[in-house]
């Protein structure tokens, strides 16, 4: 079973920008569809981008211009690059697998999850 640790998160002013990174231990991380969510204080799991196996990627509407994912198969790491940050994007950030499939945004389709990263934009 695939485990992820993510990282990166922290406090930040609006408009500036932040990389989180997601470790993950296993040697079939490159055939893993990943993705990356996202849940502020009371609200749900939102969906933020996904990128396959071949490197496809996929944001959610809101985000598209700003995030960037990313993933190095040699180094089993996943990234977020996140820029103009506002803050209503501040929220816990989780990495996830899914092990079978291709992209989703649907968080039932991810079967590994991390423990998640604060990330705390400031106005």
């Known amino acids: 079973q695939v485990q992820l640790v993510e990282s990166g998160g922290g406090l930040v002013q609006a408009g500036g920008s932040l990389r989180l990174s997601c470790a993950a231990s296993?040697?079939?991380?490159?055939?893993?569809?990943m993705g990356w969510f996202r849940q502020a204080p009371g609200k749900d799991r939102e969906f933020v981008g996904t990128?396959?196996?071949?490197?496809?990627?996929y944001y959610a509407d809101s985000m598209k211009s700003r995030f960037t994912i990313s993933r190095d198969n040699a180094k089993n790491t996943l990234y977020l690059q996140m820029s103009s940050l506002k803050p209503e994007d501040t929220a816990v950030y989780y990495c996830?697998?899914?092990?079978?499939?291709?992209?989703?945004?649907?968080?039932?389709?991810?079967?590994?999850w991390g423990q998640g990263t604060q990330v705390t934009v400031s106005s």
């Open positions: 296993g040697r079939t991380f490159s055939s893993y569809t």
């Open positions: 996830a697998a899914r092990l079978l499939g291709g992209a989703s945004a649907y968080t039932s389709d991810y079967h590994a």
């Open positions: 990128i396959t196996w071949s490197g496809s990627t």
